[in-house]
């Protein structure tokens, strides 16, 4: 029995194709007819039960038996019918075939999986200049200005295992600003002003040398000792994302199939690119040992405490990634003694490794990040973190030879993970906030709206269900502050301990103090898992906006709550997600307006010298 409904409004109108079957007994009819290829009504029943049954007038009904179809109705749908008419538009394949249900999958959530047009194939070959995309290397960019970066011996990325598509890396190198110490006329500076000449010429860069400042060399003694003792006054920590843009230009064959696409889909067995191959995995990809154009965010950090010394600096440039790290190689460099990683497959160890300097490094600067976000100092249990921490377990699925998913696992958490999406938050971050500087009724950023009121109170209900009528009696659950991020994630926590907290009668029952602690770890994991998917499910969606719309009514202006971040936008995945691109095109015409306007302003000191000459 279903209840009656009356239809109030229209949220959204459902895409006009529906993944279906003919339904067994029209099939079986028509397998059984003799005259089969005479025109018979069959009953097609859609895959999304939400969809209506269709009528299909067809002489094929026999042969698309057991199979999976892309069905369309016919519009409009007669006011009198039962049922829609519809057609057939494509046939996916047997029901139950691997290959079938993936495109089924696909066609239902609208997924494009044709292969790229040929314009944009032609778009392409147009861009490399006919170069095999193998053998492409970047040219020397007389459109744009360009800061070299490919001297620096410490660029790597680190991606999950097997990763192809690499759309960051980052690069560390040291900085010793001793010649810094004193002015043009021998005053010595105090420690502010040496640290703000530095930064200015650091931004320029192009103060090099005994009278400046110097960086750390590839060949440099200090280059693989640990930062305390390198010497090094700063470091400069740079996040080098892919420069799509410079492929994919407005209006063209290319960025229309980007659009049209949004995003590269990964699924089991497959993955839906948003760009060709060549461009993905080849050209624009910041693979091992090749040169690549990227946009930069890169930050002047101190070295004693890693804080970052003012705004960071952004803009186009040329890079080589010296590593492509996994993030369980990175995890085993920041865990060895000296370096070398138990596993010879991360390449030949030596007594002082470049890579566990730099991940030290990172290791470090991230931490930096977080506390500037908010987070104390001092809890092991991270419980200070600044953002919010929902139950998300990532999944990874082993396959057969033939590609069918064999076995689903939780992929593994290690710490290293974290580091690089704490840098990836801060470049996003920054890339937000600058771009809003200039364009402050139109950036485009991603805001996350505070939870809802009703899921908030759920969950301290919830709580109170969780514990023994004696502990309800005695103790009050504690309430949910959702006024932040890092409120909620503190609330969040104390809930969860509330509920694992064990009642006095259990805790005497138990023979032991090792059978309290196991039994309090389990019911610490099962009611943490339990109170943040609920959590999770009180959230909304984070959200695509520009800053000049209309304030939303939900009181969290244009923040993202749950990385407690007043501006946040989407900058470091531009091969597989059209939003970054979007935001790239952005930064970099801030970028070009601010050139423009110091062009013009050093125009302007020359005339005026060679006036009152």
């Not at 892309?70 to 996916?92: C, G, K």
């Not at 590593?323 to 460099?333: E, G, K, P, T």
């Not at 970099?588 to 000459?613: F, G, I, N, P």
């Amino acid at each position: 029995l279903r209840p009656p409904a009356d239809v109030v409004g229209i949220l959204r109108h459902r895409a006009s194709d529906f993944v279906a079957t003919v339904a067994p007994a029209d099939a079986a009819e028509a397998l059984a007819a003799s005259d089969s290829n005479r025109p018979r009504a069959a009953l097609l029943i859609p895959s999304d039960r939400r969809a209506p049954r269709m009528r299909l007038v067809t002489r094929r009904a026999a042969q698309l038996a057991g199979l999976r179809v892309l069905a369309r109705p016919e519009r409009p749908w007669p006011a009198r019918a039962r049922r829609p008419d519809a057609r057939v538009v494509r046939v996916l394949g047997p029901a139950g075939d691997l290959d079938a249900e993936v495109r089924a999958l696909l066609a239902a959530e609208n997924i494009p999986d044709a292969p790229f047009t040929n314009a944009a194939a032609s778009e392409l070959e147009r861009v490399l200049r006919g170069v095999d995309p193998r053998a492409w290397t970047p040219p020397a960019d007389r459109e744009f200005r360009r800061r070299d970066f490919r001297d620096v011996a410490k660029t790597y990325s680190v991606d999950p295992p097997g990763c192809v598509d690499v759309d960051d890396a980052v690069s560390v190198r040291g900085i010793r600003s001793n010649g810094l110490r004193t002015d043009s006329n021998g005053v010595e500076r105090d420690d502010a002003d040496a640290e703000a000449a530095l930064r200015e010429r650091w931004w320029r860069g192009d103060a090099l040398g005994p009278a400046g400042f110097a960086f750390e060399g590839e060949d440099d003694e200090a280059a693989s000792r640990d930062a305390s003792t390198a010497g090094f006054s700063h470091f400069e920590i740079a996040v080098h994302i892919a420069d799509v843009t410079w492929f994919v230009r407005p209006g063209g064959a290319l960025d229309a199939e980007a659009f049209a696409r949004g995003t590269t889909v990964y699924l089991a067995n497959r993955r839906v690119d948003m760009l060709p191959a060549a461009l993905s995995e080849v050209c624009a990809s910041l693979l091992e040992g090749r040169d690549r154009f990227a946009v930069t965010c890169a930050w002047l950090v101190r070295a004693k405490d890693f804080r970052r010394v003012g705004a960071p600096w952004f803009g186009r440039t040329r890079i080589r990634n010296r590593a492509q790290l996994d993030y369980y190689a990175a995890q085993a460099l920041r865990d060895s003694k000296n370096g070398i990683p138990p596993d010879a497959s991360f390449g030949k160890p030596s007594a002082e490794d470049p890579r566990k300097t730099f991940v030290d490094v990172l290791f470090a600067f991230a931490e930096a990040l977080r506390r500037d976000r908010g987070a104390t100092r001092g809890d092991p249990s991270g419980a200070s973190t600044p953002q919010m921490e929902l139950e998300s377990a990532e999944l990874r699925f082993e396959t057969t030879a033939d590609g069918a998913p064999a076995e689903v696992l939780v992929k593994g958490e290690v710490p290293a993970m974290r580091v690089v999406a704490e840098l990836m938050i801060a470049a996003n971050a920054a890339t937000a906030t600058r771009v809003e500087r200039t364009l402050a009724a139109s950036a485009f950023v991603r805001r996350h709206a505070p939870p809802k009121r009703e899921g908030v109170e759920a969950l301290r209900t919830l709580a109170r269900e969780l514990v023994a009528p004696r502990r309800r009696a005695e103790e009050e659950a504690p309430r949910v502050d959702a006024s932040t991020g890092a409120a909620f994630e503190r609330s969040l926590r104390a809930l969860v301990a509330y509920v694992s907290r064990e009642d006095r009668e259990e805790d005497e029952e138990a023979s032991g103090v090792g059978a309290r602690v196991e039994r309090a770890r389990r019911r610490a994991s099962d009611a943490s898992s339990l109170i943040r998917g609920l959590a999770s499910r009180a959230m909304s969606e984070a959200r695509y906006c520009a800053t000049g719309e209309a304030p939303p009514a939900d009181g969290g202006g244009f923040a993202h709550f749950g990385l407690a971040l007043e501006r946040y936008t989407h900058f470091t995945s531009p091969i597989r997600r059209f939003a970054d691109v979007v935001a790239h095109r952005q930064l970099l015409a801030c970028l070009a307006t601010e050139e423009k306007a110091a062009a013009d302003a050093s125009d302007a000191v020359s005339a005026s010298d060679a006036v009152s000459a």
